[in-house]
């Protein structure tokens, strides 16, 4: 077996990242925005409002004609009539003069502000008492309040959320560019390792991460490309991965448990044209046979075989660069949730452990439960809500201490 | 106007939730489950793994040939051969006796484990040193010690994430029995509300809620089923609300930002067959004036015209129910990040008040920064990263108290 030649820490690998392009541009209507990542900045055609616009169901007034007033002293208002909803207002108000107005309705002409209709009371058809001052611009959204349509309403590589989709809606935009989805080739290696239909003979088990790295990565918002099985033949694997590289944007390689297979693949790689290994191990555990290279400008991942140290290597290295590649501008802010570790933990120095653990929720606090297990047991990751980190430099975490949980 | 006439705390609204009836279900293919929820158990149709598999590279053993071995003092094997990758063993291991296996290959009979190739030096073809001594069972992972076959493997109601995928792919599931997505009608209302593709006149405004609030029933796993903006006239709404309830499975309306509107929602309430208004007014801001009706054993929502306010109603009382639908048996777990909050925040008793918050880490925690904004301007959603609840009987948070804070 080859020794890993370049074991390298998690930031030393990350610092790659930036070195890759992210993937074309595409145009997608609002109703299907969800998740994409805006591919310029957006601007409004109006700004929003584009006018002053009542937040209360009230009477429309100049602030300085209710200025005094109060529940002993009420100011005494001539109601000029009705606001309609929708329509530019035919009325103008003067001093001592109010309209009546729904939340949502256009400020007249001459009003600065509004008063709440509890704040009111009708005396008859034509007059009110207002019992309380209003300032000026209160319970009003200022036109252009919300956005001007002269400043970038959302700037390029933003992931839209609903309330991003509801601004994109608010500016007009039925068609948004965004940055399309990246594609990942996904090929599975083993002898050992069967199609999902078959049924398991001795000594052979059914193809796992095909199905948890399609999941990771549709999840964080790339379309996965299943390229299937490669046994461990370098032939079959040079041709699946010079099929994989030509069709997707990055390309996963996962398993190559046995000796024979992970070799294959570091052949396969220096073969390949314009490639280059750029890591070839990593300093965490699980996960630490990983390999990242360079081909053609692309990612080219092999991952290990085992589906946890797959699916934590995905989490914690792979997924930053399928970020990147989203076009999202720099890694995605992501909190952490903190939690209180349940029991002591032992880890080995000189690597980053990644533990999963199951969150309880225990008397105000979140306790972090350790779930042991070997890394070939994917019943382990259906357990956990997350996966906390223990440092390079650090023998272990002692019971109680604050973890910081990545959410699995 | 009338007032609201049974303003309920947030956990009077919730415990509606349990009397809504789950959706039916469906049979989708694996590569289609992600984020649907299970409608039944799953069983796997082998142990998982159905034979002792080894999780290293190395030489399967008895452990008792290793007993004792150290640097100074190794154990001699007899290597017997080499287990191929995928096929039942052909040999069988006695004592002082070795087979060359490589990770995720079938133990031979006779071998209980696997020592390191890294413990071992190779002495000729058929001998080999080993340094270390292994105890039983190490480097195995035993037949069904993943999954056992006679257990269920997942449980009806869990969400699928791609380790459930994945583990649904080890126990051979290619067609997965799911709950249907709800189907989740949306309505906007309100003379001043134009369509995304008008440009909006004097007093208009475009509608965002549709946006919003269809992003969040797709993010929560239903489908959202737009029905437009109903005018503020209580035929059309009749005629809507009917075959908005008759096509879907929940039906949410907002706005009514109109005083007209609101009395209009309930009158349709009131004139709509086998319905009866469960909520008029929950005691949280934004989103007071929410109704919560039960129509034919659907739920219909009546939601606040601002932006802000529909998607908090939405975040936290309209999800626990849209869950509900969607099969899961309990709310679902969500773990809210703890930050710390950054300025003093003043509340008013007798209700909730959500306040939306920008997250910042900051020398080794994470800030909280309260937005300040009119719930009317869906920029302030735009700006933040989640939602803290200051209690019922709180007057306010102190700068520096740790908040618990919900992701939006």
């Known amino acids: ?106 400020l007249p002409d001459g009003a600065d502000s509004v008063i709440m209709v509890e704040h009111t009371d009708t005396l008859d058809d034509a007059t009110i008492e207002a019992y309380r001052s209003v300032a000026p611009g209160q319970h009003v959204i200022e036109k252009g309040e919300d956005i001007r349509h002269t400043r970038p309403a959302l700037t390029r590589s933003t992931r839209i959320r609903p309330q991003e989709a509801g601004l994109l809606a608010a500016c007009g935009c039925t068609e948004i560019d965004v940055f399309r989805r990246p594609r990942v080739g996904i090929i599975s290696t083993g002898d050992e390792v ?75 790689l220096d073969a390949l044209p314009d490639t280059a290994i750029l890591v070839h191990g990593i300093s965490i555990s699980p996960g630490k046979p990983t390999i990242l290279a360079r081909s053609g400008g692309k990612a080219f991942w092999g991952l290990p075989g085992h589906a946890v140290s797959a699916m934590v290597v995905f989490a914690v290295v792979v997924r930053p660069f399928l970020d990147r590649l989203c076009g999202l501008s720099q890694t995605v802010r992501q909190f952490p949730i903190q939690a209180v570790l349940s029991r002591n933990l032992a880890s080995a120095q000189g690597r980053v452990d990644y533990v999963r653990v199951r969150l309880v929720a225990a008397d105000g606090h979140i306790m972090a439960e350790p779930i042991l297990g070997k890394s070939g047991l994917i019943n382990t990751m259906v357990k956990a809500d997350g996966l906390i980190a223990i440092g390079m430099n650090t023998e272990g975490l002692e019971k109680g201490t604050t973890v910081e949980v990545i959410p699995l």
């Open 1 to 106: 077996m080859k020794e890993f030649f370049n074991v390298e820490t998690i930031e030393g690998v990350l610092a790659h990242a930036p070195s890759f392009m992210p993937v074309g541009t595409e145009t997608v209507p609002l109703a299907e925005c969800l998740g994409r990542v805006l591919a310029g900045d957006i601007y409004s055609d109006v700004d929003i409002p584009d006018f002053n616009r009542s937040t209360m169901d009230g009477f429309a007034v100049k602030a300085s004609s209710t200025f005094g007033a109060s529940e002993a002293n009420p100011a005494y208002l001539n109601v000029r009539g009705q606001i309609r909803m929708g329509v530019r207002p035919d009325l103008a108000i003067g001093p001592g003069e109010a309209a009546r107005i729904a939340t949502g309705g256009m």
């Open 194 to 268: 069967v199609p999902v239909d078959r049924v398991p003979g001795q000594g052979q088990i059914r193809d796992i991460n095909t199905q948890t790295l399609s999941g990771q990565v549709l999840a964080a918002g790339g379309t996965p490309m299943v390229f299937g099985i490669v046994r461990d033949n370098r032939n079959d694997l040079m041709d699946k991965c010079r099929r994989a590289l030509e069709r997707t944007d990055m390309v996963m390689i996962s398993g190559g448990s046995s000796v024979g297979a992970r070799d294959f693949t570091v052949e396969v």
